[in-house]
């Protein structure tokens, strides 16, 4: 009868914000994938993200890892919250989406 919520509660990815990625960095093995576009990269980005832009993250999915933890960041959250519901999809089970995003990010930047 409610098979409907818990599928919906399943299907979607937890969320931290960005001072809690970077107190979590040193400790994890994880990658994160910063979805903003190559220009947007260019102005600054977490030292090892990798950068796969959402317009193109359906086509280029299959470039990154699967079975490490993945932290998704934008420029302030909402492109990130999409694109971990789309890696969700293609089966990434460890997602997590940065709120706030670089716009809030304090750590490090290359």
Known sequence: ??????????????????????????????????????SEYAQGHIPSALNRPLSRLAAKVSGIPQGKKLYV????????????GLLRRHGYADVVNVRGGMSRWTGPRK
Not at 7 to 28: C, D, G, V
Not at 73 to 84: E, F, H, T
């Open 73 to 84: 960041i934008c420029q302030s959250g909402v492109r990130s919250a999409r694109a971990a």
């Open 1 to 38: 009868m409610f098979g409907w919520l818990f599928k919906s509660r399943a299907n979607k990815s937890s969320s931290i914000t960005a001072q809690q990625l970077e107190a979590l960095l040193p400790l994890q093995d994880a990658v994160i994938v910063d979805v903003r576009e190559p």
